[in-house]
């Protein structure tokens, strides 16, 4: 074999393995490749997460935000509300029931009204203050007829029941310790709808309430 023959037989050898390593070459960049686009679409399906995660943790600290700023409304009212309530009033002068079926008594005279919670135009107490509270209620017959039947009401349901008969100007008392909502009513009304019921006026009928205990929070149930 000429010389030639030789040389170019080794070149194509040499040519041959750098074309093997090519091809080699190819294929691993192409794996690479393959790895890097794999790779992408991971760090994009977290960068999605991530977003996601970002705006719910976003939303959730304006939600605390607004959390804080209710809690702060209601704890500065709760401070800003009243820790004293109660009131006195009387009768000014004597009245004759009857004048519609569970007639509400209206003590229009009024001693002291802290918290002002009581109506003395309408006979009806509404709760300022959530609590628990005393109610002290008397009351004087006037005349020698029927007896003077009365009660408590707290939301229209009873909490004590008296009776004042009339003979020799009988009096009675109706005492309850109960627990208020804020707005919740108390007020006293004639139990039956009788035309010759007498109550007695200047200092023998009155009706009180005070706030003895009340609620941290600011609310309250039954």
């Known amino acids: 074999m000429s010389l030639e023959l030789i040389r170019l037989a080794n070149e194509q050898r040499k040519t041959n393995v750098v074309v093997e390593e090519l091809l080699s070459t190819k294929e691993e960049l192409q794996e690479t490749r393959k790895e890097l686009l794999t790779t992408t679409a991971e760090l994009l399906k977290t960068q999605n997460k991530l977003l996601s995660s970002q705006s719910e943790l976003h939303h959730r600290i304006k ?87 009365v009660e408590v009401v707290h939301n229209g349901e009873p909490l004590c029941r008296a009776v004042a008969p009339h003979m020799n100007y009988g009096g009675c008392s109706c005492n309850a310790v109960v627990r208020l909502k804020v707005g919740d009513a108390v007020w006293v009304r004639e139990i039956y709808h009788r035309s010759d019921d007498h109550i007695r006026g200047s200092y023998y009928t009155t009706f009180s309430m005070g706030l003895i205990i009340k609620d941290d929070d600011g609310s309250s149930s039954f």
């Open 63 to 149: 939600d605390l935000e607004e959390e804080s700023h209710h809690f702060q409304i209601k704890d500065r009212m709760r401070r800003l509300a009243p820790s004293h309530v109660g009131f006195t009033a009387r009768l000014t002068n004597t009245i004759t029931l009857g004048l519609n079926s569970h007639q509400t008594l209206i003590f229009d005279n009024v001693y002291i009204n802290v918290g002002n919670g009581y109506d003395a135009s309408t006979g009806v107490f509404h709760a300022p203050v959530a609590g628990i509270y005393v109610i002290l209620m008397t009351v004087s017959a006037d005349g020698s007829f029927l007896s003077d039947d």
